[in-house]
């Protein structure tokens, strides 16, 4: 069941200016953000929108953690994204008025804030700095699609696996000590795989020297070496 609270207090206005998507902004514009924002919650596995929705909206996680995926015509499910706190998601179909290209669901009790289209646009086009924002995120945005892309079609499991610990590492900001953020069955999902093979090649990679597995922790006890497997993509 979803719940949509109005919100304007101060708390959401220093929210906003602390994600990416609107660091820097000037105090006057982000309360105008707060004044059209919704505080949306959904249940863990509720449908956030679905592919060919219409695009009326897009949505920051203020918690828990989002899945963005695609289902192949033989039903095989591929994700594309897995969003957590302060990361924006579906503002592409928003800004060219067109539906939801993917699905969205909650991997877990979320809170997101949701700002309408229009009242959007109508701040974007009177504030330059909030284009400018937005036009490097969407830019990040194409350069994950475009790794993934290369990891998919090129690379084989031990690869991809590899590169997905390594940007772990450096997104969690811990070191040679990670978590993994999903369960072995999401995992293999995004990277293209099944989660027997994903299992296996954990298994290869502690074998090898490379990982210590300790549950969801891991540590990369051979940083070089995991950066030369996700570079070969193979042992």
């Given at each position: ?149 290369d990891a ?14 390594l940007y ?40 090898e020297g ?26």
């Open positions: 069941m979803v719940n949509m609270i109005e919100n304007r207090d101060k708390s959401l206005v220093k929210w906003l200016g602390d994600t990416s998507l609107f660091v820097g902004m000037e105090e006057q514009y982000l309360q105008e953000l707060s004044g059209i924002a919704m505080v949306v919650s959904y249940k863990r596995r509720a449908t956030i929108f679905s592919e060919g929705d219409p695009g009326n909206g897009f949505y920051l996680v203020k918690e828990g953690k989002v899945k963005i995926y695609m289902i192949s015509p033989d039903g095989k499910e591929q994700i594309l994204h897995i969003f957590g706190p302060g990361d924006p998601f579906g503002e592409v179909a928003v800004f060219a008025s067109q539906s939801f290209p993917a699905h969205a669901v909650a991997l877990e009790n979320s809170r997101l804030v949701f700002l309408p289209r229009d009242d959007f646009v109508k701040l974007v086009a009177a504030n330059p700095a909030l284009a400018l924002n937005l036009l490097a995120t969407l830019s990040q945005r194409l350069c994950q699609f475009t790794k993934m892309i998919l079609s090129l690379k084989e499991v031990p690869g991809r696996l590899a590169a997905h610990l772990l590492s450096k997104k969690q900001v811990t070191g040679d000590h990670l978590q993994l953020e999903l369960s072995k069955t999401q995992l293999a999902s995004l990277l293209g795989t099944i989660p027997e093979t994903l299992s296996r090649m954990l298994s290869k990679l502690q074998r490379l990982i210590v597995i300790e549950g969801a922790s891991i540590t990369i006890v051979d940083r070089e070496g995991l950066v030369d497997l996700a570079e070969i993509g193979k042992f």
